[in-house]
């Protein structure tokens, strides 16, 4: 996930962040540590495909797995495409799959899809590494959310870092017992992570802003982000869909 305009602007000058204390959110219900989640957390490298994004000023979210040797290379449709549009790709007249990450241009190849396919109303995301422009990110997911979509993660599905923000757009959530969500911070362009600013910093708001308008309640919005936040940018925590599912953000089906 990329910084946003408010997170460069909170990072800029090192005599503000001298005087911040660590990151911390008081959450009401689940919390980030909560012991009745389970969950894998892995460091991966490589974590940001191209590095001219953050000397733009962005912060950026953006998990890559590490496939093993012995699987296939790459990710594709499970049907030959009507039609592709970046990394749409429609399968039925209804029905669009989701493999790759949003960028600046993401939001207009959606708009083009939906443009030229109306009738689309599920939005799969098979392969969705988060995105490496937050802004675009947001753009992205608030257009899935007017055109009324439902997000489904399928069986071996992996949805990780800005995508989970992107999958929460859905009006229905749905994920597979199988499917895989990866959570972790966000990092501005000066290498400052949630943690290094005041809880009531307003670089937050932006953030929760976003999951109360995907639906999320004040404490629900809260506690999620406390989760992406209990992580470094530099990590991925591995959340099953019955996780996503106790913490009220998805429905295990299928």
């Not at 098979?126 to 802004?135: A, L, M, N, Q, Y």
């Not at 290498?191 to 802003?209: C, I, M, Q, W």
Request: hydrophobic share 40%.
């Amino acid at each position: 996930m990329t910084a946003t305009p408010n997170a460069a602007r909170a990072a800029e000058g090192t005599s503000a962040h001298a005087a911040m204390v660590p990151f911390s959110l008081s959450t009401d219900g689940i919390a980030s540590d909560d012991a009745s989640l389970t969950w894998s957390e892995t460091t991966i490298e490589t974590l940001l495909p191209d590095d001219d994004n953050m000397a733009d000023g962005k912060s950026s979210r953006f998990s890559e797995i590490i496939l093993p040797e012995s699987s296939d290379e790459g990710f594709a449709p499970s049907h030959t495409p009507i039609a592709s549009y970046g990394p749409f790709h429609l399968i039925t007249a209804d029905t669009v799959e989701m493999i790759g990450t949003v960028d600046s241009a993401t939001p207009r190849q959606f708009a083009a899809l939906l443009a030229a396919h109306p009738a689309v109303r599920h939005l799969v995301m098979v392969e969705c590494p988060g995105s490496i422009d937050e802004d675009a990110n947001h753009i992205l997911a608030r257009a899935v959310r007017r055109a009324g979509l439902t997000t489904r993660v399928p069986d071996g599905g992996s949805v990780r870092s800005g995508a989970v923000d992107l999958f929460l757009a859905g009006v229905e959530r749905i994920a597979a017992p199988s499917a895989e969500f990866g959570v972790h911070s966000w990092r501005d362009e000066d290498g400052y992570e949630p943690r290094d600013f005041a809880a009531n910093d307003p670089v937050h708001a932006e953030y929760l802003s976003y999951y109360r308008e995907m639906g999320l309640s004040d404490a629900g919005a809260r506690n999620f982000y406390a989760l992406t936040n209990s992580v470094g940018f530099d990590s991925v925590r591995t959340l099953r869909a019955s996780d996503m599912a106790q913490l009220g953000l998805a429905r295990v089906a299928g």
